[in-house]
């Protein structure tokens, strides 16, 4: 396995900010850093990596509020997500307020994502699947050669996300999985924003959303 992570969980959410690093090149990236900035800068430090990107599957507060201070620290640039989801990172501010946080302002990232870009991190290649559904602008990171996703809040270890917020959409979050992720291979292992890890072989077996009951051998 050449990428390696390390899943730091930040906030009051819980919010699993996962540290991804190519252990050729030691060249880091942190997935949507939420707050906690000092833990993970601590984190980082423990690790002895290199970061040189922040890369975000979504615009919602949990996952984005500490964005601009690993920026700030790190002098790196921002990437994802899509820009459908522009609208939530300008509503930062309301977010704050209305999730009792402190206030986090409003930003632009540096580079908005699309279906079928790639990031790459040292000698490894993250592919972006757009993944709309918990949020119109949602992006799923693939590393197809270490068999693993960071999907953000679309699927979780026996549940998905939610879609009752502005733009959410149910049918569309369930085609999201069941159409862009489960093709990708039952044996991929996932980090989802929240909880524990999984894998796509196990969710089709028993996550009650969105099981088809395909066998996993």
């Keep these: 396995m050449a990428l390696k992570y390390e899943i ?16 050729k090149t030691n060249e880091a990236a ?13 984190k980082v430090n423990e690790l002895g990596v290199n970061v040189v990107k922040v890369l975000l599957t979504h615009g919602h507060l949990d996952h984005v509020g500490g964005t601009e201070e690993v920026r700030d620290a790190y002098n790196v640039p921002v990437i994802g997500p899509e820009k459908q989801d522009a609208f939530w990172l300008q509503a930062l501010p309301a977010q704050s307020e209305m999730f009792g946080f402190a ?20 000698e490894s290649v993250l592919k972006v699947i757009h993944t709309p559904g918990h949020t ?58 929240h909880g524990p890890t999984s894998t796509f072989g196990i969710e089709r077996q028993q996550n009650p959303y969105v099981a088809d009951n395909m066998p996993i051998w």
């Design 103 to 122: 206030r986090t302002e409003a930003f632009d990232p540096d580079q908005w994502l699309e279906d079928g870009d790639e990031v790459t991190l040292g």
């Design 136 to 193: 119109p602008g949602h992006v799923v990171l693939f590393s197809e050669e270490d068999r693993m996703a960071w999907v953000g809040d679309v699927l979780f270890n026996g549940s998905i996300g939610r879609t009752d917020f502005p733009k959410g959409d149910h049918a569309t979050l369930i085609s999201s999985i069941k159409e862009k992720l489960f093709p990708l291979g039952n044996d991929i292992t996932f980090v989802p924003g």
């Design 8 to 23: 730091v969980p930040v906030t009051g959410f819980q919010q699993n900010c996962s540290i991804i690093w190519c252990d």
């Design 30 to 42: 942190l997935i949507d850093p939420g707050g906690d900035v000092s833990k993970l800068v601590a």
